[in-house]
């Protein structure tokens, strides 16, 4: 290879990289500033008396607060947990504790709804039912359920790079009791992951759109991103289109407001490399509790938040009629029957197609940048993609709408455009994950083996990568293929997703349709899931071979 | 200090460890006076660290007892918490707390007795000073070289006022000059508090020379235990002699035998050495350990030199000879090359193991040797 050459690919990829970012985030973004700034004649400030619009900004940063303080620390004490050796089937609870974040948020929703809402299942079965799911509680806690897995997963990662056990020793062998060594050492360590995952939770909420669709709105709570989406349906009336867009520049800057100056001072903190595992990595102590007791609890959690939910939505999709008490003499297939039309099966083509090339798309999209982040040009380009991952769904379909939409409102297209601008953070983690990884002595040692510069990335730094551009595309098919806060806003006659159908059919009030469709959904995605969770296994790198084993049976020698 | 006259520091008996399924210590067994130090030598991966964590608490035993001053702390029925033992511990990697200052570190264990932050602080300061690094008070562990940390890491154990010290190799990421400076200190430290201590490390030099008993560890189980001396020249196996020091190996037959003792013929040697182990043939071929100070350059025995290794303050040669190689220290500068022939001789030598000798000198599995439960010295 020339020196020439080698020179082209970065600046090719730097090209790339620019012109999409540009074309998906900055131009649309500014054109809504644009718009926003031409229309805030007298129209904007009697916008903001539009009836019930106030409130619902409220209720938005309500809701982004209280998830926030839920979900933090239930995915703080998970981590904690599942870092104790003493819990039995560890390596299946590390997998059963994202369940809440792998099932889509409509579904999620909606089970709620199907399980402790009236008529429900616990309803019919035990005649209790809880009536705040419809309204402010349901949201707030069905989007805790679905946000804990993510700070759960940053309190992890941060555990695992901070917290080294013999932290904790030592401040056991100091004399803390085992709370005070977690008030004193490991929860101060964590500072700064706990704060990333509030900062990314409450982001995340406050764009959040499924969940307070399906048990806000039907209760007449709104926030801004289910008013964009009423707005945006409401078709022509100019002012609404207004109001919609006005909100949107307004969540974008909600958002702005919470993730810069988190950002500022977390970001260098949160990029530090994890250091060398401290060889045994567990803190095998005495508890308060024993690791059963854990268990237990975690089973019991996702029971409750996620089984026994999905449970009532599989038998509600099966049960003739709303309010029958669910059980054989009552199952029907009707509901699928009703449901796998034509329209359907057309919706579940174009979910596929969309999901598939955009996955495919952003895999190309992310590894150029996770090779940027390696050369001088493109060290902040792995940062500004990150960040692309906050920006509110609802303001990305507005802002694309308003840049596109006169050339392809309600086309594929432009969910397409949609997806590339909002999965791309996705897709360059795993890649960019397990760049870092690969250290440059790695490929000197190839090439001081005799390998050539090609064969070294051959064979030394394609291999760890294959799995990691394999977990990239399927976590963006995966999120594709469920994604509605875009689509809802984007699509047009003939180019409605599955996930559109889902929410349509669920705004018309068809209880057994919409629980059928949404099984169907869930079933849609279980097949990529599992091969994704085989991927992410492999990913792990692999852990150093034990020392020299002695078999346990081995009797102790004959001592006095 | 707490006063446990009368009573072992630490006694441990039967204890084994085991991670999910393999044993990582077997059947350890040792005690250890009050003011004595044992080292733990042993490759890595031998347990050490292991039996350090069981004796502090970090890991609870499957099976026998841990006693401090006579007090039952661990068994595999109950084990006390780290916290309620009567320890110490300096750990390989320092594990300074990254959000504490070295102050704050070095309070740490006063704070948990409920004193206040002043009052810890005015505490730790002294410790500080005595280590020779109050003037890093301030700093924060990122701040710190290595030798800095290590000295953190012992002030921290130190204002833990133990009456057992653990120090799992603690100079291990250290380079050798700052190894001794530190190694001088922590004994100075420890001999002054009057305190016990495990120090485990895979360095023979180390272990030998600042121990009052040395235990070998090999796979989880403590193959042998003794003074330093004892250990050096009467080691329980070959494994146990490489472990240890420089170890050459010669084949000699047996020509006599008596009480505890036999002779046997070294070349044109005749050497009576200790075989109160060993009840050996005569007649039989028999190996034979020789250190490389036990032996020297001029004699009745011929042999080649094979190579030189110049040390600084001495010169090692490798000697091919009739019975195998040997090598021989000398004080100053290299006199012979290699190739040359010399003659050499034989004052003192450890017969080995009990097997008699088949063919090429290889590595005995060693075999777990009945330890007295004394306490090996003093």
């Known amino acids: 290879m020339t020196r020439r050459q080698r020179r082209l690919g970065p600046s090719a990829a730097l090209l790339l990289v620019a012109a999409a970012v540009g074309a998906l985030v900055v131009l649309p973004l500014l054109r809504l500033v644009e718009v926003v700034l031409r229309e805030s004649g007298g129209d904007l400030a009697e916008l903001w008396r539009a009836p019930g619009l106030a409130s619902a900004v409220v209720n938005t940063l309500l809701v982004a607060v209280a998830v926030t303080v839920l979900a933090v620390p239930v995915g703080t004490a998970t981590a904690l947990a599942l870092r104790r050796p003493d819990v039995p089937g560890k390596p299946f609870w590390r997998v059963a504790v994202l369940l809440p974040v792998l099932v889509p948020e409509f579904v999620l929703g909606y089970s709620w709804t199907q399980s402790y809402g009236r008529a429900g299942f616990t309803d019919a079965v035990l005649g209790q039912h809880w009536a705040g799911v419809l309204g402010p509680a349901g949201v707030v ?136 595992d401290s060889g045994t990595a567990s803190v095998r102590m005495p508890r308060r509790w024993p690791g059963r007791v854990v268990a237990v609890a975690l089973g019991g959690y996702l029971l409750v938040t996620v089984g026994l939910p999905l449970l009532a939505l599989v038998s509600a999709s099966v049960t003739r009629a709303v309010g029958l008490p669910p059980g054989p003499r009552n199952w029907t297939l009707d509901n699928f029957r009703a449901v796998l039309d034509q329209r359907t099966f057309e919706a579940v ?108 990335v051959r064979t030394v730094a394609l291999p760890p990568l294959v799995p990691a551009l394999l977990g990239g595309w399927l976590v963006c098919f995966v999120t594709a293929l469920h994604e509605v806060t875009m689509s809802s806003l984007l699509y047009g006659p003939g180019s409605e997703t599955l996930a559109v159908v889902v929410l349509r059919t669920q705004e018309l009030g068809r209880i057994g349709p919409t629980a059928a469709l949404s099984v169907l959904l869930s079933l849609l995605l279980l097949v990529p899931a599992l091969v994704l969770w085989l991927v992410l296994r492999r990913l792990r790198p692999p852990r150093p071979p034990r020392q020299p084993a002695l078999p346990i049976t081995t009797e102790a020698p004959a001592h006095a | 200090m707490p006063d446990h006259t009368g009573a072992t520091a630490l006694d441990v008996r039967g204890l084994t460890v085991t991670y999910e399924g393999w044993a990582a210590l077997v059947g350890a067994t040792l005690t250890l006076g009050e003011g004595e130090v044992l080292e733990l030598l042993g490759p890595s991966g031998s347990g050490k660290s292991t039996f350090l964590y069981a004796v502090a608490g970090f ?258 040669y490798l000697v091919e000879t009739a019975v195998g190689s040997i090598q021989i220290r000398e004080a100053g500068t290299p006199r012979y090359h290699v190739g040359e022939p010399v003659q050499w001789s034989l004052r003192r030598s450890w017969l080995l193991g009990d097997e008699p000798v088949v063919g090429e000198e290889t590595d005995v599995s060693p075999a777990p040797l009945p330890v007295p439960s004394d306490s090996p010295r003093h």
């Open chain 2, 59 to 316: 890991q609870p035993p499957a099976a026998g007892e841990i006693r401090l001053h006579g007090q039952l702390v661990a068994s595999a029925a109950s084990a006390l918490a780290p916290e309620e033992r009567d320890i110490a511990f300096v750990f390989q990697n320092y594990a300074l707390w990254p959000h504490m200052s070295v102050l704050d570190t070095v309070a740490y264990a006063a704070r948990r007795r409920r004193t206040r932050r002043g009052a810890a602080r005015a505490e730790a300061m002294p410790i500080l000073e005595r280590l020779g690094i109050g003037a890093l008070a301030q700093r924060q562990p990122a701040e710190l070289s290595g030798g800095e940390q290590q000295r953190v890491g012992l002030a921290r154990a130190l204002a833990r006022h133990a009456s057992l010290y653990l120090f799992d190799e603690p100079t291990a990421h250290l380079d050798t000059q700052l190894r001794n400076v530190f190694i001088e200190e922590l004994l100075t430290r420890q001999r002054d508090t009057g305190a016990a201590a495990v120090y485990a490390t895979h360095n023979a030099e180390e272990a030998l020379s600042i121990a009052d008993a040395v235990a070998l560890l090999d796979r989880g189980v403590i193959v042998q235990i003794g003074t330093p001396e004892q250990v050096y020249a009467e080691p329980v196996d070959l494994w146990a002699a490489r472990l240890t020091g420089p170890a050459s190996v010669l084949t000699a037959p047996v020509v006599a035998t008596g009480v505890g003792t036999c002779t046997v013929l070294v070349d044109t040697i005749e050497l009576t050495v200790s075989c109160s182990n060993a009840r050996p043939a005569v007649g039989s071929m028999r190996r034979l350990l020789v250190r490389p100070g036990w032996s020297r350059l001029g004699g009745s025995a011929t042999g080649t030199v094979e190579a030189v290794w110049f040390r600084g303050p001495h010169t090692d």
């Open chain 1, 349 to 456: 083509g174009r979910s596929l197609t969309l999901a598939l090339l955009a996955a495919t798309i952003l895999v190309v999209l992310g590894g150029c940048v996770a090779a940027l982040e390696h050369s001088r040009a493109g060290r902040g380009a792995g940062t500004l993609i990150a960040l692309m991952l906050v920006l509110p769904g609802s303001t990305l379909a507005v802002a694309l709408l308003i840049a596109y939409g006169r050339w392809l409102a309600g086309s594929l297209m432009l969910i397409l455009l949609a997806y590339l601008a909002k999965l791309w953070a996705l897709a360059h983690r795993p890649v960019s994950g397990a760049l870092d990884r690969l250290t440059p002595e790695e490929l000197h040692a190839a090439r001081a083996s005799g390998a050539s510069q090609l064969t070294a």
């Open chain 1, 141 to 276: 806690v069905v989007l805790a359920v679905s946000a804990a897995p993510i700070a759960y997963l940053l309190v992890a990662v941060g555990l695992a790079a901070r917290a080294e056990p013999d932290l904790e020793r030592a401040a056991r062998a100091s004399g803390a009791r085992s709370l005070t060594a977690l008030r004193t050492i490991t929860l101060p360590l964590l500072r700064s992951s706990v704060a990333a995952a509030a900062v990314l939770v409450s982001v995340l909420t406050l764009g959040a759109f499924a969940v307070p669709q399906v048990l806000g709105a039907p209760a007449g709570f709104d926030t801004v991103t289910t008013r964009i989406y009423a707005d945006l349906s409401r078709g022509s009336d100019p002012r609404s289109f207004v109001e919609a867009i006005a909100l949107a520049l307004l969540l974008v800057v909600v958002t702005a407001l919470l993730v810069a100056p988190a950002d500022t001072a977390l970001g260098p903190r949160l990029r530090v490399r994890r250091v060398a």
